[in-house]
């Protein structure tokens, strides 16, 4: 069964880190794109970064440009998303999303697998 599994969500002071991981489990993250979304409560979904699975593209929502990473480790299977600096508007689910295709030059427009999500509180 293919999955993809996020963990390291939590509670965090303003100004704090986290870094969520995407497991893959089935299949290789490797050939896939990776996109990194949130919905938080009464909002629409939104994506956060993408980034293609050749790594030669990479892309950030205005909202969270030079705050977040994204980066791949190929031996563990897994992708992260590095938050710093975090603010109380980053509160939300964050889901993990891969995609077979090939987007030059954009994020897919639609993924092939989510993951469950991983709940990201940034409160005092």
């Known amino acids: 069964q293919l999955q993809l599994v996020e963990s390291g969500g939590g509670l965090v002071q303003p100004g704090g880190s986290l870094r969520l991981s995407c497991a893959g489990s089935?299949?290789?993250?490797?050939?896939?794109?990776i996109g990194w979304f949130r919905q938080a409560p009464g909002k629409e979904r939104e994506g956060v970064s993408c980034?293609?699975?050749?790594?030669?593209?990479?892309n950030y929502a205005d909202s969270v440009k030079g705050r977040f990473t994204i980066s791949r480790d190929i031996a563990k299977n897994t992708v992260y998303l590095q938050m710093n600096s975090l603010k109380p508007e980053d509160t939300a689910i964050y889901y993990c999303?891969?995609?077979?295709?090939?987007?030059?030059?954009?994020?897919?427009?639609?993924?092939?697998?989510w993951g469950q999500g991983t709940q990201v509180t940034v409160s005092s």
């Open positions: 980034t293609h699975s050749s790594g030669d593209y990479i």
């Open positions: 999303a891969a995609d077979s295709s090939t987007w030059p030059g954009s994020c897919p427009p639609e993924y092939d697998y």
């Open positions: 089935g299949f290789s993250l490797e050939h896939y794109a």
